[in-house]
């Protein structure tokens, strides 16, 4: 259910409004968990200096309906635990869009991956850097507040002036801006593939409303459809019947009537127009045939907006550099533009400067799991394990963590901070589509559990049942099956501290494995006799008598296509003379990839 932006209690938007909230900074605190309905904006400065060239750190701040600040979130402003930095050129005003995910769990910002105070070349903007050098950066922020910015875009075809990003589900991603394309990829990934436009193309703000791509932008691309759906590529469509010299920054669809454009439902739109009047909020229906205008109302220095709806009310949020200002549209479904007048909701801190707003991200209550590795389809080899790593956080602190792939049993994670990684085995699993699954419960008086997935391709032949995998094992492993009689001692070279021994001849521990070669540990003693080691039928005798020293390490090496592969080790009951017994000692075997 969509909750309404009350705008009751904002002044008048020509009145001067003081202050009453201090500029907050950045702290080890924990962010709050965001209301539904509350507005999130991009504010660029911490009011210690005034803005200029230099990059400058940027917040989200949260607004109530009622024109209260909850809190500010700081970006990072240097790198930690995998996030980058993500700050923002200070007098670059077109930059800083904002939007929420098409599932309302993130909003998705844009910066750049330089430290505070970092300029171009002889003191310009960082707009004059190449994302080659100064890669631009696209974070997410979820509903705990908890921030990713592990995606790099520093590919020649990444805008320049980074402006806005939007996303799906919080893996796939679409970023733009002045002098660059309009490019996609996924999070935290380096790098982006071109969907639409060219290095010269200079688009303004992204984003998914109706199951489409929209992107805005400066006359030929004022305002257009991107492909169809959330595609990685497609042409751009101007919506016909707007003004040709119209100047979009932020804009706000509805589905307000039976219309539909393109099969979209929407049929309402809210534009930000720079290009007439010093800022207007334009009002279009869609008619069928085309967008037709209905009607506008002086905002100067409109930028970013957000509809909210309920029923035929629309409640709209438009923020300019010094002021967040809200609008109604009382009758949404009018050929005309019913609005109240626009009234101040908060004003910037002297020193800084709003730039896009967002409803704020929801979801249900529960620890952020933000997957780091694998990446979005990434290939995962049959035959071993992998590594799943994923950064979680919680209010209420997190209390365990587990990872699985496919329908395998879940492995619990070791902590690092906020990084919990789990090494998941892939043996029994079929090559093909595949799906890692992270699940984390937090420790509140009654805990709640979030599960992520994550797409990834599996490669190679399954592991027959019974084999062992690559990887390293104990000979005490349910897989190794025994005869005779074997005893299990103590020893640090084993992966569980525990190994298997025998002094009976013929006693013999047979496994089959699976991988690219193989490697066996024997514990050497003064009582240690000699051993038969059998490999798919070609036997070699070790002798393991030593007095004292480190363990003996044999290697063998599997040609061709991986398969199944037996080994049989043998108590001979035979020793050199200098031995005091005949016995066999069983550390380790490690299964080579």
């Not at 202050?19 to 209301?35: E, G, K, N, Q």
């Not at 303004?204 to 590529?233: E, H, M």
């Not at 998941?424 to 090559?431: A, E, M, N, Q, R």
Request: charged fraction near 15%.
């Amino acid at each position: 259910m969509r909750t309404r932006l009350r705008v009751l209690g904002a002044t008048a938007v020509t009145a001067v409004v003081a202050v009453a909230v201090p500029v907050l900074t950045s702290t080890d605190a924990h962010a709050a968990r965001f209301t539904g309905g509350d507005l999130v904006v991009y504010r660029v400065g911490d009011g210690s200096a005034s803005l200029n060239n230099s990059a400058a750190p940027v917040f989200l701040d949260e607004y109530t309906a009622a024109g209260s600040k909850l809190q500010a979130i700081a970006l990072p402003t240097a790198s930690a635990e995998g996030n980058l930095p993500l700050t923002a050129t200070g007098q670059s005003r077109s930059e800083g869009l904002i939007d929420r995910s098409a599932d309302g769990r993130f909003v998705a910002v844009t910066g750049y991956d330089a430290a505070v105070g970092t300029t171009g070349a002889n003191g310009k903007s960082l707009t004059t850097t190449a994302p080659t050098s100064v890669p631009r950066v696209v974070g997410l922020v979820d509903d705990n507040g908890v921030i990713d910015t592990t995606t790099r875009l520093n590919d020649s075809g990444s805008a320049a002036i980074i402006r806005s990003a939007t996303t799906d589900d919080g893996d796939r991603l679409w970023a733009t801006g002045g002098n660059g394309g309009i490019v996609t990829t996924t999070r935290g990934a380096s790098g982006a593939s071109t969907a639409a436009g060219t290095a010269s193309s200079n688009f303004s703000a992204l984003t998914i409303q109706g199951g489409q791509l929209f992107s805005s932008g400066i006359l030929a691309d004022r305002l257009a459809k991107v492909g169809s759906g959330t595609p990685t590529s497609g042409t751009l469509t101007d919506l016909s019947g707007l003004p040709d010299n119209l100047l979009t920054y932020g804009y706000a669809f509805a589905d307000l009537t039976g219309a539909s454009y393109d099969g979209t439902g929407l049929d309402t739109l809210y534009i930000a127009d720079g290009s007439s009047r010093a800022g207007t909020l334009d009002k279009y229906r869609w008619n069928g045939t085309e967008w037709a205008s209905a009607g506008y109302v002086d905002v100067p220095g409109a930028f970013g907006v957000v509809a909210d709806v309920q029923s035929n009310t629309v409640s709209l949020a438009i923020t300019t550099p010094t002021q967040l200002i809200t609008i109604t549209d009382s009758n949404g479904s009018s050929t005309g533009f019913t609005h109240s007048t626009p009234a101040v909701l908060a004003t910037a801190p002297a020193k800084t400067e709003f730039r896009g707003v967002a409803l704020a991200p929801t979801s249900v209550p529960g620890p952020s799991v933000y997957v780091r590795s694998p990446l979005v389809g990434a290939s995962v080899v049959l035959g071993g394990t992998v590594s799943v790593t994923a950064y979680v956080d919680s209010p209420a602190g997190v209390d365990t963590v587990e990872a699985k792939l496919d329908d395998g049993s879940f492995v619990a994670a070791t902590q690092s901070g906020h990084l919990w990684t789990a090494q998941v085995p892939t043996s029994g699993l079929s090559s093909g589509a595949g799906t890692v699954t992270v699940r984390a419960t937090d420790s509140a008086g009654t805990p709640a559990t979030t599960t992520v997935t994550r797409a990834v391709t599996v490669t190679g032949s399954a592991v027959p049942k019974g084999n062992l995998a690559a990887g390293t094992y104990p000979w005490t492993a349910k897989q190794v099956k025994v005869t005779g009689a074997w005893s299990t001692y103590k020893t640090s070279h084993s992966p569980t501290n525990k190994g298997r021994s025998s002094t009976k001849k013929k006693s013999t521990a047979t496994v089959k494995v699976y991988g690219g070669g193989l490697a066996i540990t024997f514990d050497r003693s003064k009582k240690a006799g000699k051993v038969k080691v059998t490999v798919d039928g070609k036997s070699t005798t070790f002798d393991l008598f030593q007095k004292a020293g480190k363990p003996l390490k044999e290697s063998w090496s599997f040609k061709g296509a991986l398969k199944s592969h037996t080994v049989v080790v043998t108590v001979t009951g035979k020793k050199r003379s200098a031995s005091k017994g005949t016995a066999v000692f069983l550390a380790a075997l490690k299964v080579k990839p």
